[in-house]
């Protein structure tokens, strides 16, 4: 069955140093990997997705995830670390054994120090 | 345009009683996701809508919830006789088409079951 693992339910970065959120899933098809952000009190919004093109996916707001089949792995970055990036993060896959349905993670609440 | 829009967006209610939730998709989007989001937790999967094809309740939690979608729009999740552990973030979401993955969601009913 599909699973997704958020490593670390909080990461805590200072503005401009920079942000990793882990993230590993389990998917016995070719899955389609997602990264979702919450800011409080706002819905969720798609940062980036990979669906089997390249496995170095750009997002929006400065984010970035590589898809490494053989860790099993979709890690989220950004080189420096903005205010404004003060959220909840969400790791979602999803492939044909789920019927297409997103299978999320925990979540990891991303704090930024001044 | 307009994006996925849910109402109401709080609603306190006294356990025991019914609620109803609403979801407005986006206009042409074909599948319609609901989804509960409990503190500090990801997304829960409820029920989809496809088309006109027979919805997958699977994520349905019990049989005091149901949903219907009518004429292939808007989209009502209706709790009956709701308990206090149903109190949670209830999230709608549409998406082109079913294996198009990418969903866009509304900005949840905060419900507070007392």
């Known amino acids: 069955a599909q699973s997704v693992t958020q490593l670390d339910s909080h990461v805590s970065v200072s503005e401009g140093t920079p942000v990793l959120l882990r993230c590993n899933y389990s998917s016995s098809y070719s899955p389609s990997l997602f990264w979702y952000v919450q800011h409080p009190n706002k819905g969720l919004q798609l940062l980036l997705k990979y669906t089997s093109a390249a496995t170095l996916v750009k997002g929006i707001n400065g984010f970035e995830a590589e898809f490494k089949k053989s860790e099993t792995s979709f890690h989220l970055t950004k080189p420096s670390a903005h205010m404004s990036d003060a959220a909840e993060y969400f790791c979602?896959?999803?492939?044909?054994?789920?019927?297409?349905?997103?299978?999320w993670g925990a979540g990891t609440k991303l704090i930024i120090k001044p | 345009g307009a994006g996925v829009s849910q109402s109401p967006s709080n609603k306190v209610t006294e356990k025991g009683k019914d609620v109803e939730l609403r979801c407005d998709p986006i206009s042409g989007h074909t599948a319609l996701y609901w989804y509960r989001q409990s503190l500090g937790q990801g997304l829960e999967f409820l029920i989809y809508?496809?088309?006109?094809?027979?919805?997958?309740k699977s994520g349905l939690p019990s049989d005091r919830f149901s949903a219907e979608r009518t004429g292939g729009s808007v989209s009502t999740l209706t709790i009956q006789r709701t308990q206090q552990e149903d109190s949670a973030v209830y999230l709608c979401?549409?998406?082109?088409?079913?294996?198009?993955?990418?969903?866009?969601f509304g900005p949840g009913t905060r419900l507070t079951v007392l």
């Open positions: 979401a549409s998406s082109p088409e079913r294996a198009a993955d990418t969903q866009y």
């Open positions: 979602v896959v999803s492939d044909r054994q789920s019927n297409y349905q997103l299978i």
């Open positions: 809508f496809q088309g006109n094809s027979a919805p997958d």
